[in-house]
């Protein structure tokens, strides 16, 4: 029998009052020898299985309050694909992450909350008509669990079929969305494309366009269809403090997804995705924007669109891992008083 290796820390350690000691890597391959889901443990950044943010690999939910989960499907794409292999990435450039809480919060999400990496959903692309019912059927599996989910794109098609699934659980939902792009041009809803679901979303009911802000647009719609766009010219006129009151106002505590394409950034901050733009905004900025809604009623989240092979030095990657991380500071931040419940 293969003995666990043995742990020098535990969660009980790291929650103590002495800070916590990050001089030794006393933790491998935490993905599969963690005890609990609780809890930020220290781990080589360069070695060992990796999950995001060093998290749980489980297909259980049982006692999981978010679940991280990888959707490798590129096949939506107007431009550039790749993005099937966005989950990995994102995986890997988390592990630069891990041993530390994330930066500007007050808080670690992982005291409060039991996030586990549920792994990637399945799906045959040899069947496109059947994937994005396959994909909704996932995902609604995961959300009857009354567990947030946190999904790693993929393309944006993928936050479709998302959408649907937690609609069905929470009620029409107010969309968060930061993008180049609107993604509600017109189609005849037999396609799968990427910019072309929140139109059909809309039409639906599934997402509220008058309780919805699209942050960062900068390709032309002749059509909002009733979203509150602010633009990124705007975002850069008016800054991040208006930014973040306009969509508060917006949005209110209406039960709300919210949704990263990561060519919401710049190309300078994020070369790695299919369709960028430039004139885009500054990841420092957007990570205060995201502080600044904490508290909202927020549901669901994602980060889609990184494409490693347009990547460069893995900024992409870091920017969507850190942007996966901040969203879930941002539903923790929900949660002030949950506790540890397992240690
Ligand atoms: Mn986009
Ligand atoms: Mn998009």
């Keep these: 029998m293969i003995e666990t290796p043995k742990q020098t820390k535990t969660i009980k350690d790291q929650t103590a009052d002495e800070p ?6 006393g933790e491998a391959d935490l993905a599969i020898t963690r005890r609990s889901p609780y809890g930020t443990l220290a781990e080589a950044t360069y070695a060992g299985i990796l999950s995001f943010m060093r998290r749980q690999y489980s297909k259980d939910l049982t006692g999981a309050d978010v679940a991280v989960f990888g959707v490798p499907f590129d096949i939506s794409v ?30 670690d999400p992982f005291e409060r909350l039991a996030v586990v990496d549920y792994g990637d959903l399945q799906f045959d692309p040899g069947y496109p008509r059947e994937i994005a019912d396959r994909l909704q059927e996932q995902i609604r599996e995961i959300a009857e669990h009354d567990v947030a989910t946190l999904m790693l794109g993929g393309d944006h098609f993928c936050t479709y079929p998302a959408i649907k699934a937690h609609a069905d659980q929470h009620g029409p ?66 800054g ?11 949005v209110g505590q209406h039960p709300a997804y919210i949704t990263f394409d990561i060519d919401g950034l710049d190309p300078a901050f994020a ?4 369709t960028p733009v430039v004139g885009g905004m500054h990841t420092g900025d957007v990570r205060a924007i995201i502080r600044g809604l904490q508290g909202l009623n927020i ?22 891992a850190t942007l996966a991380l901040d969203l879930i500071c941002l539903y923790a931040s ?4 949950h506790k540890l419940t397992s240690s």
């Design 20 to 25: 916590p000691i990050h001089d030794e890597y």
């Design 271 to 274: 070369p790695g995705t299919g």
């Design 78 to 107: 107007s431009n550039r694909p790749g993005c099937r292999f966005g989950p990995r990435a994102i995986r890997q450039a988390s592990s630069m992450l891990a041993w530390d809480r994330a930066w500007g919060w007050s808080f």
């Design 173 to 238: 939902l107010a969309l968060i969305q930061f993008d180049a792009h609107s993604d509600t041009w017109r189609d005849n809803g037999d396609r799968l494309d990427h910019g072309t679901m929140f139109y059909h979303a809309a039409r639906e009911g599934v997402i509220l366009p008058e309780k919805s802000a699209q942050i960062g647009i900068r390709t032309n719609n002749p059509e909002s269809h009733g979203f509150n766009i602010f633009s990124a010219d705007w975002v850069r006129e008016k």
């Design 240 to 250: 991040v403090t208006a930014t973040i009151e306009a969509v508060r106002s917006i």
């Design 299 to 320: 549901k669901a989240m994602d980060v889609v669109e990184v494409s490693p092979a347009y990547d460069v030095g893995e900024v992409t990657a870091l920017a969507a």
């Design 334 to 337: 929900q949660f002030p008083d």
